[in-house]
C-alpha cells in the first residue's frame, strides 16, 4: 500500500478565509461556496468523481493543475483538499465580476442557521438550498427544530420540515402534534 503523505500547504496566494462549507446531498453532493458550487462529488464505479467547473478559471493569471477527477485513494482526496484554496480565490475572483448575490443570501442564511454565532437560538436547520423535485424548486429546505430541549421534548424529538414555496408560501412536511 502506498504511503500517504501531508498535503503541501497552498502556497501563501491562495489561501483564504476558512469557513464551513456548506453541502447538499442528492445522488451527488455539492459543496457551496460563496454563491457557487465549489464542487461536485457523484460516485463511480469504483470511487466517486469530483468536478470543478473551470470557467471560475476565466481571466485568471494563472489557474492550476487541477487534481485528477478520480476520489479513489486517499492521495487523490489529499490533492484535492490542497487545492481547494486555489479553487476558492478563483471563485472569489470570478463571483467578483459575476455576483451571485441571492445564492450568497442562501448560504448567509444557513450558515446563520446553522454554524453562526445565533445558530444555538434559531429553530431552523437548512439541509438543502436550491432543491428541486416533483414538487417544484425551492430557494431553501429547512427542519424546523425548536431550539431548546424543552421545546423539542414537548414535540417528541420529531423535527417538521418547513418548504418555502416558488410563489412565497411556506407549507410544512413532516412529524406536526
Not at 11 to 21: D, K, Q, V
Not at 125 to 150: K, Q
Request: charged share 25%; aromatic share 8%; glycine share 8%.
Amino acid at each position: 500500500m502506498p504511503t500517504v503523505r501531508p498535503a503541501r500547504p497552498a502556497p501563501r496566494a491562495c489561501r483564504t478565509r476558512s469557513e464551513p462549507l456548506p453541502r447538499a446531498a442528492r445522488d451527488y453532493v455539492n459543496v457551496y461556496y460563496s454563491g457557487g458550487n465549489l464542487m461536485k462529488v457523484s460516485p463511480m464505479d469504483s470511487g466517486y468523481s469530483a468536478f470543478f467547473d473551470q470557467k471560475y478559471f476565466e481571466g485568471a493569471v494563472s489557474p492550476i493543475s487541477m487534481p485528477t477527477s478520480r476520489l479513489r485513494e486517499p492521495q487523490d482526496l489529499l490533492a484535492w483538499l490542497s487545492a481547494l484554496p486555489c479553487l476558492k480565490q478563483a471563485m472569489d475572483s470570478w463571483l467578483g465580476r459575476h455576483p451571485k448575490d441571492e445564492r450568497e443570501a442562501q448560504q448567509q442564511l444557513l450558515r446563520d442557521n446553522n454554524v453562526g454565532g445565533q445558530a444555538r437560538e434559531t429553530d431552523f436547520y437548512v439541509c438543502d438550498i436550491e432543491c428541486a423535485n416533483d414538487h417544484g424548486r425551492f430557494d431553501l429546505v429547512a427542519v424546523h427544530w425548536p431550539s431548546t430541549s424543552v421545546q423539542r421534548g414537548a414535540r417528541g424529538g420529531a423535527p417538521s420540515h418547513r418548504c418555502q414555496e416558488p410563489n412565497g408560501t411556506e407549507s410544512y412536511l413532516g412529524a406536526r402534534r
